[in-house]
């Protein structure tokens, strides 16, 4: 019965070692909002910030997706311990407030960027975007009219995604090559749509890593709402990605 007990453990202990090892693949975090609204997708500045100082204090380096890109294509290497940090949507205060935290401990971010809502009340301006662009953030598309992809005729889809990309180009120096899904929904004809926009990847809502190898348009983030149990559910998050990742095999 000793020696039973004894070799379950070690199969137990076996298992933790391999689901608590680091997975292989990216962190993509995904916000929307830095705000003290108590809504579920608006962080407390103060939050974020002890979000951002974990992240620094632990080796991460941020980085962006086209870094992430470039890894996957053989063109460039990640640091040690990369972080992609995403907002969706393109709220006024991803530029007044989280870009000032994120600036003190030397991390960027992607932006999502919504261009019918470009200039409206509390979304970007374009000023305010190409500023963030020359300040080391990357600049991407999340539609024009922020719609469910999977929900709408596909020769909509298409014009979702090429006008978003046209607007963003035409008013920012540098191509804009990524997106991220509204609501997280997409199919199969959706990603077809989004590669034929000319986009050479995509985030979803699925939970997970980002990683250096698939698919291309299906990448999985760590979503990261407004916290109830403050930094200890933000690295839960960060371990449940990672656990996310070894058993579906990223």
């Known amino acids: 019965m000793i020696r039973i007990l004894q070799s379950a453990a070690a199969v137990i202990l076996l298992i933790s070692v391999w689901l608590l090892a680091p997975g292989t693949g990216v962190p993509i975090l ?10 579920i997708y608006s962080i407390d500045p103060a939050d974020f910030e002890q979000q951002m100082q974990y992240l620094a204090s632990h080796g991460y380096t941020a ?8 890894a996957r294509e053989g063109t460039g290497r990640l640091p040690e ?41 509390a979304y970007l301006t374009w000023e305010q975007i190409r500023d963030m662009q020359a300040r080391t953030t990357e600049i991407a598309s999340h539609t024009h009219s922020h719609v469910a992809l999977n929900q709408i005729d596909q020769a909509v889809v298409a014009e979702e995604l090429r006008r978003s ?29 989004v ?17 250096t190898a698939g698919d291309a348009y299906q990448l999985k983030r760590v979503n990261v709402p407004r916290p109830k149990y403050g930094l200890w559910e933000f690295r839960l998050r960060l371990l449940r990605a990672q656990l996310y990742a070894k058993l579906s095999r990223q």
């Not at 995904?30 to 809504?39: L, N, R």
């Not at 205060?93 to 935290?101: E, F, G, R, S, V």
């Open 30 to 39: 995904a916000y929307h909002q830095v705000s003290s609204a108590a809504e």
């Open 195 to 211: 590669q034929q926009a000319g986009y050479r990847g995509a985030c979803t809502g699925l939970p997970g890593l980002g990683t």
């Open 81 to 121: 311990k990369p972080v992609i940090i995403t907002f969706d949507d393109g709220y006024a205060d991803n530029y007044l407030t989280a870009l000032p935290i994120m600036e003190k401990y030397r991390m960027k971010s992607t932006v999502f960027i919504i261009t019918g809502q470009v200039g409206q009340p």
């Open 165 to 193: 990309k046209q607007l963003l180009e035409e008013h920012l120096p540098q191509p804009v090559e990524f997106l991220a899904y509204p609501f997280g929904q997409y199919n199969r004809q959706t990603m077809a749509a």
């Open 63 to 70: 980085v962006s997706l086209s870094e992430l890109f470039a």
